[in-house]
């Protein structure tokens, strides 16, 4: 905890109680509570990126209208919410059921349904005052009791909340307010897992019964990272207000705006870091509102006065490694741009569609922009389109933050082979081809598999391996080449091109992928030759001489495939 100045920063309280009491950094956002009361919405599902003060905000809703609070006023004297009399005649009057499932992570359904059933036990336990008064039947206190002990079926487990309302709204003689934070880390899971199809029907009913069918339900919150589509468990909600990192409201809810994350700077001492801490932190924009930052690297790097990947290391970035790694040729190609600081277009669904992610490219910049990864340059707007067209969405990295947590995970695609990878790359770099052959094949024996799909091994595909291949080059050689692949030049198209920074230093390097043609090509010599006669006959170097580099300055590479075995010839 930083102590040097101003308020102590206290890193991973997700209690508003507890950071208030204390008297730690806070940046107040009880403005949100007059925002979405004043809304009126039935049911709200806010999307944001993890470690956006999710879990906070719930925790301040909870606190400020849960009966459990009533007479603890001063949790929230001095803050925004408080100048508004008719709102402090609303703290601490209304039941509140608040539940998450951010630690629903199990890997089968069996164990995911248990946990469910464990967390609705814990909010019966936590409600057993209601055991002792006259509200309830002796059949309500039967099933009561049954759900405390776990002892209740599938089909009962997702109408338990709806009858918990029941039994809350008869004593207290008020609806309830429900709060689920984090409802999609279980289907998330499912996804990765493989239970995909049985998690969404129980999620269906849970929430079918929970949020559309109760009488008893006043308002109701929903947080997650991502907009589950419609079809998958929000079929029957039609009382469903959606408020994506695309949407206006509650846009500066959620993160840190620039100005108070100066403020934060300068009441801490480090008034003189502010242009660096907005090129490593800011970037990520909510609706048409820019300079938002994330609130876990700023509270992390107030605390630590160091500038690190605090936000992107967080948590388990396995899915997004999955889907890049494994993904086509198309997706690395535009990979690429992105990882070398440019934009990409492409139509964006904010409905993930995840059992999509594995054919759809737009399935996963779908799902790489609700989590972060990227955000919005511009985007085409609907009156403007013709015929029914979707919108297309300009992206790009977030900010360095994310860059250089990217770079990090395709250096880790390696890392199996490192010691092989990078004496492959030195013996590339001066030529020395018999060296290249022995060490790509190690490379290529260690990780080839990795950026297979996972099925039959007849449709692996050796542009998955070599694309990826390619976005190695460019994180480990970015400092020295710009790199390209799969360009215009000359009379048709080389797959890699180098072209050093500085050329009196480095030679430049062009490299053709081939894989084997065995009707037409009897050895991989064979069609290391066909590789080197295309770049001859397509003149790809012609770009580089134009440049003015000199043909002996450019070394020419023809790389053979036949499954995981690799052959490379030169010129």
């Given at each position: 905890?930083?102590?040097?100045?101003?308020?102590t920063?206290?890193?991973g309280?997700?209690?508003?109680?507890?950071?208030?009491?204390?008297?730690?950094?806070?940046?107040?956002?009880?403005?949100?509570?007059?925002?979405w009361?004043?809304?009126?919405?039935?049911?709200?599902?806010?999307?944001?990126?993890?470690?956006?003060?999710?879990?906070?905000?719930?925790?301040?809703?909870?606190?400020?209208?849960?009966?459990?609070?009533?007479?603890?006023?001063?949790?929230?004297?001095?803050?925004?919410?408080?100048?508004?009399?008719?709102?402090?005649?609303?703290?601490?009057?209304?039941?509140?059921?608040?539940?998450?499932?951010?630690?629903?992570?199990?890997?089968?359904?069996?164990?995911?349904?248990?946990?469910?059933?464990?967390?609705?036990?814990?909010?019966?336990?936590?409600?057993?005052?209601?055991?002792?008064g006259?509200?309830?039947?002796?059949?309500?206190?039967?099933?009561?009791?049954?759900?405390?002990?776990?002892?209740?079926?599938?089909?009962?487990t997702?109408?338990?909340i709806?009858?918990?309302?029941?039994?809350?709204?008869?004593?207290y003689?008020?609806?309830?307010?429900?709060?689920?934070?984090?409802?999609?880390?279980?289907?998330?899971?499912?996804?990765?897992?493989?239970?995909?199809?049985?998690?969404?029907?129980?999620?269906?009913?849970?929430?079918?019964?929970?949020?559309?069918?109760?009488?008893?339900?006043?308002?109701?919150?929903?947080?997650?990272?991502?907009?589950?589509?419609?079809?998958s468990?929000?079929?029957?909600?039609?009382?469903?207000?959606?408020?994506?990192?695309?949407?206006?409201?509650?846009?500066?809810?959620?993160?840190?705006?620039?100005?108070?994350?100066?403020?934060?700077?300068?009441?801490?001492?480090?008034?003189?870091?502010?242009?660096?801490?907005?090129?490593?932190?800011?970037?990520?924009?909510?609706?048409?509102?820019?300079?938002?930052?994330?609130?876990?690297?700023?509270?992390?790097?107030?605390?630590?006065?160091?500038?690190?990947?605090?936000?992107?290391?967080?948590?388990?970035?396995?899915?997004?490694s999955?889907?890049?790694?494994?993904?086509?040729r198309?997706?690395?190609?535009?990979?690429?741009?992105?990882?070398?600081?440019?934009?990409?277009?492409?139509?964006?669904?904010?409905?993930?569609?995840?059992?999509?992610?594995?054919?759809?490219?737009k399935?996963?910049?779908?799902?790489?922009?609700?989590?972060?990864y990227?955000?919005?340059?511009?985007?085409?707007?609907?009156?403007?389109?013709?015929?029914?067209?979707?919108?297309?969405?300009?992206?790009?990295?977030?900010?360095?933050?994310?860059?250089?947590?990217?770079r990090?995970?395709?250096?880790?695609?390696?890392?199996?082979?490192?010691?092989?990878?990078?004496?492959?790359?030195?013996?590339?770099?001066?030529?020395?081809?018999?060296?290249?052959?022995?060490?790509i094949?190690?490379?290529?024996?260690?990780?080839?598999?990795?950026?297979?799909?996972?099925?039959?091994?007849?449709?692996?595909?050796?542009?998955?391996?070599?694309?990826?291949?390619?976005?190695?080059?460019?994180?480990?050689?970015?400092?020295?080449?710009?790199?390209?692949?799969?360009?215009?030049?000359?009379?048709?198209?080389?797959?890699?091109?180098?072209?050093?920074?500085?050329?009196?230093?480095?030679?430049?390097?062009?490299?053709?992928?081939?894989?084997?043609?065995?009707?037409?090509?009897?050895?991989?010599?064979?069609?290391?030759?066909?590789?080197?006669?295309?770049?001859?006959?397509?003149?790809?170097?012609?770009?580089?001489?134009?440049?003015?580099?000199?043909?002996?300055?450019?070394?020419?590479?023809?790389?053979?495939?036949?499954?995981?075995?690799?052959?490379?010839?030169g010129?």
């Amino acid at each position: 905890m930083n102590k040097s100045s101003g308020r102590t920063i206290a890193i991973g309280i997700q209690d508003f109680g507890d950071l208030i009491r204390k008297g730690y950094f806070y940046v107040d956002k009880t403005d949100f509570i007059r925002e979405w009361w004043e809304n009126g919405d039935s049911v709200t599902l806010i999307t944001r990126p993890r470690r956006f003060g999710k879990t906070l905000n719930m925790s301040m809703v909870e606190q400020f209208f849960s009966v459990n609070y009533a007479g603890q006023e001063e949790l929230f004297q001095g803050l925004s919410i408080w100048e508004y009399e008719e709102y402090r005649k609303l703290q601490g009057t209304c039941p509140v059921i608040s539940m998450s499932f951010a630690n629903v992570k199990e890997t089968d359904f069996a164990s995911t349904k248990e946990r469910i059933r464990q967390i609705i036990a814990d909010l019966y336990i936590q409600n057993n005052f209601l055991l002792d008064g006259d509200s309830m039947t002796p059949a309500d206190k039967s099933f009561f009791n049954s759900v405390c002990m776990g002892d209740i079926s599938e089909v009962q487990t997702t109408g338990a909340i709806h009858k918990l309302s029941n039994y809350l709204y008869r004593y207290y003689g008020k609806k309830v307010i429900i709060l689920l934070d984090e409802y999609d880390t279980p289907m998330q899971e499912a996804y990765v897992d493989g239970y995909w199809e049985e998690m969404t029907a129980f999620t269906r009913s849970l929430f079918n019964s929970t949020f559309k069918t109760n009488p008893w339900l006043e308002r109701a919150i929903m947080t997650g990272i991502t907009r589950v589509s419609k079809e998958s468990v929000f079929s029957d909600l039609n009382n469903l207000e959606v408020v994506t990192t695309t949407t206006d409201k509650y846009a500066v809810s959620f993160g840190f705006t620039e100005q108070e994350v100066f403020a934060g700077l300068d009441e801490c001492g480090r008034g003189s870091e502010k242009e660096r801490v907005r090129k490593w932190y800011d970037g990520f924009v909510f609706g048409s509102h820019k300079d938002i930052y994330n609130p876990w690297s700023i509270l992390n790097f107030l605390d630590k006065g160091e500038y690190m990947t605090y936000w992107a290391n967080t948590s388990s970035n396995s899915l997004v490694s999955k889907l890049i790694r494994e993904g086509s040729r198309s997706l690395k190609e535009n990979f690429e741009i992105l990882l070398q600081g440019g934009a990409i277009r492409t139509q964006i669904d904010e409905q993930i569609v995840y059992d999509q992610l594995n054919g759809s490219e737009k399935a996963i910049w779908s799902l790489l922009l609700a989590s972060g990864y990227l955000k919005v340059l511009s985007f085409e707007k609907y009156d403007e389109l013709i015929g029914g067209a979707k919108p297309e969405y300009e992206l790009t990295l977030t900010n360095l933050e994310v860059k250089l947590m990217f770079r990090t995970m395709v250096q880790d695609w390696f890392s199996q082979a490192d010691s092989d990878y990078n004496d492959f790359i030195r013996a590339m770099l001066i030529g020395d081809i018999r060296a290249m052959n022995l060490y790509i094949n190690r490379v290529a024996q260690e990780v080839f598999s990795y950026f297979d799909t996972g099925r039959r091994s007849s449709d692996a595909e050796p542009e998955r391996f070599y694309h990826g291949f390619v976005l190695g080059l460019i994180v480990d050689l970015r400092d020295r080449y710009v790199i390209t692949s799969n360009r215009e030049s000359g009379f048709g198209r080389y797959d890699v091109m180098l072209e050093p920074k500085d050329p009196a230093k480095d030679n430049a390097v062009i490299i053709e992928f081939k894989v084997q043609d065995q009707e037409n090509e009897a050895a991989l010599q064979d069609t290391v030759r066909a590789a080197l006669r295309q770049i001859e006959e397509k003149q790809y170097a012609a770009q580089l001489i134009s440049r003015g580099i000199g043909p002996e300055r450019i070394r020419c590479y023809g790389f053979a495939f036949q499954g995981k075995k690799v052959m490379i010839g030169g010129e």
